[in-house]
């Protein structure tokens, strides 16, 4: 089992930033890539930002050029840095990871989610 522990979120005024970071712990074998979703109030999860063990990136076309996903690998740790916020980007965000046992099997795993509010 792996745990993920989300951290960061909160209130914001349009054109602020936050920084999200997510802790991978427990029995950690191999972690293929981490990664961010958000799920606005009435709406499907979607994908924000992932980032894979060999350190590619895929973003949302809408968070394109604001935001920046990095991590420490050390420390199995995935940051989610948001620039430029907009009211849009209302949500809670989950922290997401892709790992994999000793004997090849995978898990998906997740947070717990924490809140986004952007004010205009």
């Known amino acids: 089992q792996v745990q993920l522990v989300e951290s960061g979120g909160g209130l914001v005024q349009a054109g602020g930033s936050l920084r999200l970071s997510c802790a991978a712990s427990?029995?950690?074998?191999?972690?293929?890539?981490m990664g961010w979703y958000r799920q606005a109030s009435g709406k499907q999860r979607e994908l924000v930002a992932d980032l894979t063990s060999d350190g590619g990136t895929n973003y949302a076309d809408s968070v394109k050029g604001r935001f920046t996903i990095s991590r420490t690998n050390a420390k199995n740790t995935v940051h989610l840095q948001m620039n430029s916020l907009k009211p849009e980007d209302t949500a809670v965000y989950y922290c997401a990871a892709d790992s994999s046992t000793p004997w090849g099997v995978r898990n998906d795993y997740w947070g717990q989610g924490t809140q986004v509010t952007v004010s205009s």
């Open positions: 427990g029995n950690i074998f191999r972690i293929n890539a």
